[in-house]
Nanobody, 123 residues
Framework: QVQLVESGGGLVQAGGSLRLSCAASGLTFNYYRMGWFRQAPEKEREFVARISPSGGGTYYADSAKGRFTISRDNAKNTVYLQMNSLKPEDTAVYYC????????????????WGQGTQVTVSS
């Protein structure tokens, strides 16, 4: 059974930082592209960042460029999202997701999802 478990969310002031983690089990982790998405209340789930199976390739949404960094440790079956210079508009539930067929930025291209972790940025 595949499980993706996010952690690291919380409440932070604007300008602060958080590091999200997503621990994967039940899949061959280094076969999967991993992505981070977020969903704010009454909004659609949106792409944040993705990383290739080897970790050599990353891609970011414009809203994340220059502030967020996605990385992975295949030995630990874990993907990370370092978020710096956080803004109130970053407030959302953040989800990690795994794609076995090269998912890009559409949620339906990802096979497996975590339960999400809440990030709240106060002004």
């Amino acid at each position: 059974q595949v499980q993706l478990v996010e952690s690291g969310g919380g409440l932070v002031q604007a300008g602060g930082s958080l590091r999200l983690s997503c621990a994967a089990s039940g899949l061959t982790f280094n076969y999967y592209r991993m992505g981070w998405f977020r969903q704010a209340p009454e909004k659609e789930r949106e792409f944040v960042a993705r990383i290739s199976p080897s970790g050599g390739g990353t891609y970011y949404a414009d809203s994340a460029k220059g502030r967020f960094t996605i990385s992975r440790d295949n030995a630990k079956n874990t993907v990370y999202l370092q978020m710096n210079s956080l803004k109130p508009e970053d407030t959302a539930v953040y989800y990690c997701a795994a794609s076995s067929y090269g998912g890009t930025y559409y949620p339906n291209e990802y096979n497996f999802w975590g339960q999400g972790t809440q990030v709240t940025v106060s002004s």
